[in-house]
């Protein structure tokens, strides 16, 4: 089993900056893809960002593009989401998913284990 625990989430106004981190542990591989998704109120869940587990190959949402950098430190297990200039539609909850294939994906359906969220308000 792997534990998937998100940090880092908080209020900042708009412009601001967060860095949220992700912690796997148990049987969590450092092959494993990782992503990142969000979730607002009354929306579906959506896919941010990820990253590959054979490479640093990285995937972003097109909304996030240039404002968002997902990394990742092995020795820790630990990937993070830098966000930058945030903008009020970044509010969200956001959740961090592994996939026991090195590979990326932006759908859900295709993570295995997943965080419990950690909470990001965007004020304007």
């Known amino acids: 089993q792997v534990q998937v625990v998100e940090s880092g989430g908080g209020l900042v106004q708009a412009g601001g900056s967060l860095r949220l981190s992700c912690a796997a542990s148990?049987?969590?591989?450092?092959?494993?893809?990782v992503g990142w998704f969000r979730q607002a109120p009354g929306k579906e869940r959506e896919f941010v960002a990820s990253?590959?587990?054979?490479?640093?190959?990285?995937y972003y949402a097109t909304l996030v593009k240039g404002r968002f950098t997902v990394s990742r430190d092995d020795v820790k297990n630990t990937v993070y989401l830098q966000m930058n200039s945030l903008k009020p539609e970044d509010s969200a909850t956001y959740y961090c998913?592994?996939?026991?294939?090195?590979?990326?994906?932006?759908?859900?359906?295709?993570?295995?284990?997943w965080g419990r969220g950690t909470q990001v308000t965007v004020s304007s």
């Open positions: 990253i590959s587990g054979l490479s640093p190959l990285t």
């Open positions: 998913a592994v996939r026991r294939s090195p590979l990326t994906s932006s759908v859900p359906s295709t993570y295995d284990y």
């Open positions: 148990g049987r969590a591989s450092s092959n494993s893809a």
